[in-house]
């Protein structure tokens, strides 16, 4: 079945750096969307991306549905210790149903 | 309306004890979807309904898991003889059913069989 690749699996960074995060597929969705979770929670919509190319940005974030439609990436600029979380990636392809990457675990120390 | 709901939050059982977990989607959303979480990995889809109607089932989802969706408002997903292996987040989201739509989560119900 469809697989997506989720990089890098963690990332420890100081407050008030950029952070890049991407994904990967062997095969093409229609839709892209970032959520993040934190411990205990259930994950929480951050960007949905409909169209390939589209770059979408929700304050310090910044999300690109890839041109071959079978990658994307997050961008959260001047990081905060609240963006501390696991940042998902996931691919739709249609009926919503949704292909989820491993998470990208984010550390920010003060 | 608050978002999705989902009850309980947390279940501990006893293996081959039988248990069922509720959702609440948002009230103006006919798609429902479960999910299953183990720790370090995503989300792996389960099912979904559109109204009332389970339209698919993932090969995850074993002959002890029925899921229902009576009145295509709230589900519930009922796990029979549990196994140390079904313990997970089970999550539920809801959307609604057009074009470029997204899905909004519950904050999960924690399972642990012991």
């Known amino acids: 079945g469809q697989q997506l690749n989720q990089s890098p699996q963690s990332m420890f960074i100081q407050e008030g750096e950029d952070v890049s995060m991407n994904c990967t597929s062997s095969?093409?969705?229609?839709?892209w969307l970032w959520y993040k979770q934190d411990p205990g929670e259930g994950p929480v919509l951050l960007i949905a991306l409909y169209k390939a190319g589209e770059l979408t940005s929700n304050g310090r974030l910044t999300a690109q549905f890839g041109i071959t439609r079978k990658d994307s990436f997050l961008n959260i600029s001047a990081s905060i210790p609240s963006d501390v979380g696991i940042y998902f990636c996931?691919?739709?392809?249609?009926?919503?149903?949704?292909?989820f990457g491993d998470g990208t675990t984010l550390t920010v120390k003060p | 309306d608050t978002g999705v709901s989902q009850d309980p939050r947390h279940k501990i059982t006893k293996r081959g004890q039988n248990v069922t977990f509720r959702c609440d989607p948002i009230s103006e959303h006919n798609r429902l979807y479960w999910y299953r979480q183990t720790l370090g990995q995503g989300p792996e889809f389960l099912t979904y309904f559109q109204n009332e109607a389970q339209l698919e089932k993932s090969r995850l989802l074993s002959d002890r898991f029925s899921a229902e969706r009576p009145k295509g408002s709230f589900s519930t997903l009922e796990i029979q003889r549990t196994e140390q292996g079904d313990s997970a987040m089970y999550l539920c989201a809801s959307s609604l059913a057009a074009q470029n739509t997204e899905a909004f989560f519950g904050q999960g119900t924690r399972l642990t069989v012991v």
């Open positions: 996931a691919g739709q392809l249609g009926a919503g149903k949704s292909t």
């Open positions: 095969s093409i969705f229609n839709t």
